[in-house]
């Protein structure tokens, strides 16, 4: 039988211990300007020391703030190697918190006069604007309130109404509480809303998903016993359709298996969402993190965009004249902690300018011919590939690569655009990138003609002649991510047109007027 004894073990071992200041530091890598200017605006709120350094024109950057307006050429030798983010296991950690903004929806509408003065005219468009902009959401209604409701009262109650509509259409209040503030009962409010749940789009002016998807089915004549089932159990629909066994709705709503297909492609069709038809959201535009402008004597230069990249100083007078005045041990303690915090802040906003600046120079150089000659001539590109030509790791190059958009003489792309999989060569040459290959089997589809529209296997065989390996498979998945139908859709739907084209040309000439020659 063993012994038990005791000994002493010595261990020698490496461990990378994420410090709060490292965590961090990685987290503000990841995110955009835009979104790092939220970020930083809200270390501003909570620490008194850091203020918001302002940009003057024709004035340099003062000390001590963020570097951000760094140019790297690609024909300069000097090459940064240090890794991010920075050792800061010597500060103290800080406090940090999050910003939630308020969404602001506006203010409610208040066209109507009140009395028998009717809606007062200058609150609308006139003729001559409304032919030039679609009509709002609450200009539509608006207008079918003025023809429908008669009654001063109801058309106060209604315009209340409407300015709490969301921009989904929604009426998400407790009617209760509008009626004690209109000063009418209740029973009013409901009628003046069902009055308004008939108004155009169907849908609107509901309170939940369910009660839209009714006023939808209602205006359809489609609600019946078996739809309003249904509508009574959309928690058991989206098991169903999750499961692909209907069997429980078939006994929920007492119709067969293919009532119950119907239905449920019926409700498909509606619009869960029917403001956004006629308010659709508005498109953000794409504010560029990086610019990227080609060199009179060749080569190109990469650097920051300083408009959107957020300056932060320390205010180190006013450090000094709150350090005057602390008395306690906790109060000492915080100043410092803030100090500390502040200048970690401008230390990682200075690191994170460097590093991105070192990827983005570093994909440029790789991706020079797509620069140069189009995306055609993208190569293959990895994030390994990235991290072995500047030092780092792929995970960091991982980071600064998500959320931020580049300037190029061919437009604003996101960095993840230029890694691209490899797809192979036939006769030993370099392989293609799979970005390159998709834009060319468009460039074939568009190309084709309406009687000899391409199979797949039709642009296998194109693309091997051109030198690119490729499966048909997928040659079929591009192809599918491209949102281009099959060939057989493809062929009807070309014939359709020329089809179409003849009989209106022949319509054209049938109705033309006819010249008697002369004498």
């Known amino acids: 039988m063993a012994g038990f004894s005791h000994r002493l073990e010595l261990r020698q071992s490496q461990k990378l211990i994420m410090t709060p200041h490292m965590q961090q530091a990685i ?7 835009l979104d790092l200017g939220d970020f930083v605006d809200t270390q501003i709120r909570e620490n008194p020391l850091l203020e918001r350094a302002e940009p003057v024109f024709g004035e340099a950057a003062p000390e001590g703030d963020v570097v951000n307006g760094n140019t790297w050429s690609l024909t300069d030798p000097e090459r940064l190697g240090d890794e991010f983010p920075p050792n800061a296991a010597e500060h103290r950690e800080p ?11 506006g203010e409610r509408s208040r066209a109507w006069q009140g009395g028998n003065a009717g809606f007062d005219a200058k609150s609308h468009s006139g003729l001559d604007q409304s032919a030039t902009r679609p009509l709002t959401l609450r200009e539509h209604l608006l207008a079918q309130i003025g023809a429908d409701l008669k009654d001063p009262g109801d058309r106060v109650i209604a315009v209340h109404l409407l300015g709490l509509l969301d921009d989904d259409g929604y009426l998400r209040v407790r009617l209760d509480t509008e009626a004690r503030l209109l000063g009418c009962s209740m029973e009013r409010v409901e009628c003046v809303l ?3 749940q008939q108004f155009d789009p169907a849908g609107v002016f509901a309170r939940d998903p369910k009660e839209c998807l009714a006023l939808q089915l209602r205006d359809r004549n489609r609600l019946d016993p078996a739809m309003q089932a249904l509508l009574d159990n959309l928690e058991w629909l989206a098991h169903c359709l999750k499961t692909r066994d209907i069997s429980a709705l078939v006994r929920i709503c007492g119709v067969d298996a293919t009532d119950i297909v119907d239905m449920i492609e019926e409700i498909r069709s509606l619009d869960p969402k029917p403001g956004l ?7 953000q535009p794409v504010v560029p993190d990086i610019l990227m402008r080609a060199q009179l004597e060749g080569g190109w230069t990469v650097e920051l965009n300083v408009d959107t990249l957020p300056r932060v100083l320390v205010n180190n007078s006013y450090y000094a004249r709150i350090r005057q005045r602390t008395r306690s041990a906790v109060e000492k303690e915080y100043l410092i902690g803030r100090l500390h915090a502040a200048n970690w802040l401008v230390k990682a906003l200075e690191q994170r300018a460097t590093t991105i600046l070192k990827v983005a120079t570093e994909i440029v150089a790789q991706q020079d011919a797509f620069f140069r000659q189009g995306v055609l001539s993208l190569r293959p590109l990895m994030l390994r590939d990235i991290a072995d030509g500047v030092g780092m790791h792929e995970s960091t190059i991982s980071r600064v690569t998500s959320n931020k958009y580049i300037a190029t003489p061919h437009g604003v792309y996101l960095l993840r655009y230029f890694f691209t999989a490899a797809i192979p060569a036939s006769g030993g040459s370099a392989a293609h990138s799979a970005e390159a290959v998709r834009h060319r089997i468009r460039a074939l589809i ?7 529209v391409l199979s797949d296997e039709g642009i296998v065989e194109l693309l091997r002649g051109e030198g690119i390996n490729i499966a048909r498979r997928t040659v079929a998945k591009y192809r599918e991510a491209l949102r281009i139908p099959s060939s057989v859709r493809r062929g009807r739907e070309k014939r ?3 089809w179409k084209g003849r009989a209106t040309s022949h319509r054209d000439a049938a109705w033309a007027p006819r010249v008697e020659p002369a004498g």
């Open 496 to 498: 359709r047109k020329v």
């Open 446 to 452: 568009d190309a084709e003609p309406a009687d000899g």
């Open 27 to 33: 987290k503000i890598l990841s995110l955009s300007n």
């Open 194 to 196: 069902s009055r308004l």
């Open 277 to 283: 038809a006629f308010d659709p959201p508005l498109a």
């Open 95 to 105: 406090e940090w918190g999050d910003g939630i903004g308020a969404i602001d929806f």
